[in-house]
T-cell receptor, first 116, second 112 residues
């Protein structure tokens, strides 16, 4: 068990550019979550997957945000046409769900995005 | 809709003193409640969770929390603070297991 990993850890981009972040969950976990955390705030839920199915995406912040988990393993979060307001820490978490919703989420270290 | 409110964005305690971090929740159905800790430059780590079993929940590192439905509270306590407890603490609520709502966090400082 190597934990949840995220890549890159830091990303600096110019406004208008597209960025993509990767999350590798704990290998046996079938659920994967994305959050955004801004300074002084708690994590804000964005979306989650069970295996490769994206079961909740209504909380994605705009249509510029999209996420995929093509083979039910790693996931990517893409932000198109970045804006300065997108600057934040993007967190990924994974968990093992067997029909129960009390499963523990394990968080990765996050990707810090700075939009200039 | 579900939400949590953490009273006090910053709490300072002396080493060895009681730690009390407050969390109140809002939920129209019985919630699942969580406390997470975030150390500098590290990911969030689960301290404890309430899942409708015992109302007093014991977690890691000597922390515990009590679910009080009448007060809609889930305060986090530790009898004796250690320097290593200095961190950011987040309360979170979930009712569906699909979406989790976090509070704004409480930064705990431990004074030697």
């Amino acid at each position: 068990d190597t934990g949840v990993s995220q890549d890159p850890r830091h990303k600096i981009t110019k406004r208008g550019q597209n960025v993509t972040f990767r999350c590798d969950p704990i290998s046996e976990h079938n659920r994967l979550y994305w959050y955004r955390q801004t300074l002084g705030q708690g994590p804000e839920f964005l979306t989650y997957f069970q295996n490769e199915a994206q079961l909740e995406k209504s909380r994605l912040l705009s249509d510029r945000f999209s996420a995929e988990r093509p083979k039910g393993s790693f996931s990517t979060l893409e932000i198109q046409r970045t804006e300065q307001g997108d600057s934040a820490m993007y967190l990924c978490a994974s968990s093992s769900a067997l029909g129960t919703f009390t499963d523990t989420q394990y968080f990765g270290p996050g990707t810090r995005l700075t939009v200039l | 809709a579900q939400s949590v409110t953490q009273l006090g964005s910053h709490v300072s305690v002396s080493e060895g003193a009681l730690v009390l971090l407050r969390c109140n929740y809002s939920s129209s159905v019985p919630p699942y409640l969580f406390w997470y800790v975030q150390y500098p430059n590290q990911g969030l780590q689960l301290l404890l969770k309430y899942t409708s079993a015992a109302t007093l929940v014991k977690g890691i590192n000597g922390f515990e929390a009590e679910f009080k439905k009448s007060e809609t509270s889930f305060h986090l306590t530790k009898p004796s603070a250690h320097m290593s407890d200095a961190a950011e603490y987040f309360c979170a609520v979930s009712v569906s297991g699909n979406q989790f709502y976090f509070g704004t966090g409480t930064s705990l400082t431990v004074i030697p």
